[in-house]
């Protein structure tokens, strides 16, 4: 069980628009700690997708963005594409375990 | 180009040892802090430890913590992770995974392929 909660599925339909959330606590997202989002296809090692709560990697479109506001994060997904299909995951540190942590991570279906 | 490439990973019975290896390329290792994550099969990621660019700080999470030790030689370009004492909840794929543009941030960038442990009699 994550610190660092998340849906364990979202779906949409394609050209929609998705959001997964990531919901922490005062010991880590809450305590200003940045919060990362990770894409990881089927077979394949995690690819960064936003870093430092709302900044984009070169390379990854911009239909992908992320927030944070108080105790959760987000990470909005515009347009979906059948290849957006995936796991998602968050990452933020944690004072109380004095280590970083992932969400449990978020299984995107597009429809 | 920047990359790590993970070796090491074995069938062992549990309480065994194995050693895991991580080498760096493309860039100047020396001067970046690096980390293991692990995923058991069809689970999520999971954060392992932490080491400083020196060597001099490192961290574990709790589920490791006494059982596995994380080292560098910034000579040899490398990073390892001794791990003792294997359970078999220990069975994952390990990742090595560092921050190369996103410095300060601590975002993982770069990741290796990954090599898999099983722990299982």
């Known amino acids: 069980q994550s610190v660092l909660t998340q849906p364990p599925s979202v779906s949409g339909a394609p050209g929609r628009r998705v959001i997964v959330s990531c919901t922490g606590s005062?010991?880590?997202?809450?305590?200003?700690?940045?919060v990362h989002w990770y894409q990881q296809l089927p077979g394949t090692p995690p690819k960064l997708l936003i870093y430092?709560?709302?900044n984009r990697p070169s390379g990854v479109p911009g239909r992908f963005s992320g927030s944070k506001s108080g105790t959760s994060a987000s990470l909005a997904i515009t347009e979906v594409q059948a290849e957006d299909e995936g796991d998602y995951y968050c990452?933020?540190?944690?004072?109380?375990?004095?280590?970083?942590?992932f969400g449990g991570g978020t299984k995107l279906t597009v429809l | 180009e920047v990359q790590l490439v993970e070796s090491g990973g074995d069938l062992v019975q549990p309480g065994g040892s194995l050693r895991l290896s991580c080498a760096a390329y493309?860039?100047?290792?020396?001067?970046?802090?690096v980390n293991w994550v692990r995923q058991a099969p069809g689970k999520g990621l999971e954060w392992v430890s932490y080491?400083?660019?020196?060597?001099?700080?490192?961290y574990y999470a709790d589920s490791v913590k006494g059982r596995f030790t994380i080292s560098r030689d910034n000579a040899r370009n490398s990073l390892y992770l001794q791990m003792n004492s294997l359970r078999a909840e220990d069975t994952s794929l390990y990742y090595c995974?560092?921050?190369?543009?996103?410095?300060?941030?601590?975002?993982?960038?770069?990741w290796g392929q990954g090599t898999m442990v099983i722990v299982s009699s």
């Open positions: 995974a560092m921050a190369h543009r996103t410095t300060g941030h601590n975002a993982y960038d770069i």
């Open positions: 493309g860039f100047t290792f020396s001067n970046y802090e």
């Open positions: 080491i400083s660019s020196s060597g001099s700080s490192t």
């Open positions: 005062s010991s880590n997202i809450g305590a200003g700690y940045d």
């Open positions: 430092g709560n709302t």
């Open positions: 990452h933020s540190y944690d004072s109380s375990l004095s280590g970083w942590v």
